[in-house]
């Protein structure tokens, strides 16, 4: 069964990977490809590495796991559960923590399989979502971690925008630098890796204001949408369709455009609410809501209009388009990051490389 499907266009990806790549490689910044908006299909992570990155990033511990037959270094990018640390060490190289229990139960499982896991200490800078907000609490865990056996401290990282919307500026991500100084200082210990943030701070590096010293950003949005995520602009010379979602037509039918009889819930509990367009030339396509929200996708065809769904039926009106549709027609749609996300992680949607 190859409908519906996820087109994946390699090259484009690979184009996407290497223009971000060679920008912060000239700033000194190492990018590690971020595979959780794919689920960390192996087969496109290999394209990031081919493009450039340094590292590879997921969120997920089974994502990674997909990725243990390829040679690079990663990185487990949401705070490890007490309860997958065997996992963690298992398929992750280096995670992002702030929770000093964690990092020693990371400690006692790495020693038990002879490795050494390496920690990134995450600093909130303002976002509320993860990490250390008061500073003397970065210090104190540092004292903790440089006494464990199977951890090394490999550096300090933030994440901004995810929560809280804010707009990562040199004035909140030069903190960073402020306290590896500390750190060198105090204890005497050289950060490898400060990782200034995700897609969102990509704008800092065009517009050159990136503070020295920042050396990691952990990009997955912009590689493959070309988007910059603090203000969603385009990033010059990058493609925005490297993923489409083809359905299959199953009904073809004239119907009115609003529904015979009295209008209770549909099959989500809501109260639906039509538009009165007459008499319309309705489109059944084979995908639903399980598969995929109707916020995440837009016809490539810009005549077709998208009248709703249910869990397996999505509804488009196409009485407008220039094109005489028939049932078993294919129809196109570009999808944004949460559409990528859902369509890839759904087993009824087929993902092809093309
Ligand atoms: C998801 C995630 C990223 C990547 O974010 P993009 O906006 O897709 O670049 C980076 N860091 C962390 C901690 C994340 O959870």
Do not use: W
Not at 50 to 73: H, M, Q, T, W, Y
Request: one cysteine or more.
């Amino acid at each position: 069964m190859s409908y519906p499907r996820v087109e994946v266009d390699l090259n484009k990806l690979k184009h996407n990977v290497k223009t971000i790549v060679s920008r912060c490689n000239e700033k000194d910044i190492k990018v590690a490809g971020v595979t959780k908006g794919f689920c960390g299909d192996p087969k496109i992570a290999k394209v990031y590495v081919d493009g450039g990155v340094s590292f590879l990033a997921d969120s997920r511990v089974e994502n990674l796991k997909k990725l243990r037959n390829i040679d690079i270094p990663k990185i487990l990018l949401r705070l490890p559960m007490l309860s997958e640390v065997e996992y963690v060490v298992q398929y992750a190289d280096i995670s992002l923590n702030s929770e000093i229990e964690t990092i020693k139960a990371l400690s006692k499982q790495a020693l038990e399989f002879n490795k050494v896991h390496k920690i990134i200490l995450m600093v909130d800078l303002g976002d509320l979502r993860e990490g250390y907000f008061k500073e003397e609490e970065i210090y104190d865990a540092i004292e903790k971690i440089i006494k464990l056996e199977g951890v090394k401290l490999e550096g300090i990282g933030t994440n901004l925008t995810c929560h809280g919307g804010i707009i990562p500026r040199k004035d909140n991500t030069i903190r960073l630098i402020e306290i590896k100084q500390k750190v060198k200082e105090n204890y005497n210990i050289d950060l490898e890796i400060i990782s200034g943030g995700n897609s969102s701070s990509l704008h800092l590096v065009f517009n050159g204001e990136m503070p020295e010293g920042i050396n990691q950003l952990r990009l997955g949005e912009s590689l493959i949408l070309g988007r910059e995520t603090a203000f969603g602009g385009k990033i010059k010379d990058t493609f925005n369709d490297i993923f489409t979602l083809v359905v299959e037509a199953i009904e073809l039918k004239e119907k009115p455009s609003i529904p015979i009889g009295e209008i209770g819930m549909d099959a989500f509990g809501n109260k639906p609410i039509f538009v009165d367009r007459g008499i319309r030339k309705r489109m059944i396509s084979a995908i639903g809501k399980q598969d995929i929200d109707l916020e995440n996708i837009t016809p490539i065809d810009k005549d077709i209009i998208i009248i709703g769904g249910s869990s397996d039926h999505l509804i488009l009106d196409v009485t407008d388009s220039k094109i005489d549709y028939s049932v078993g027609d294919k129809i196109r749609f570009k999808l944004d990051y949460g559409g990528i996300l859902s369509t890839t992680t759904s087993e009824y949607v087929k993902t092809v490389y093309i």
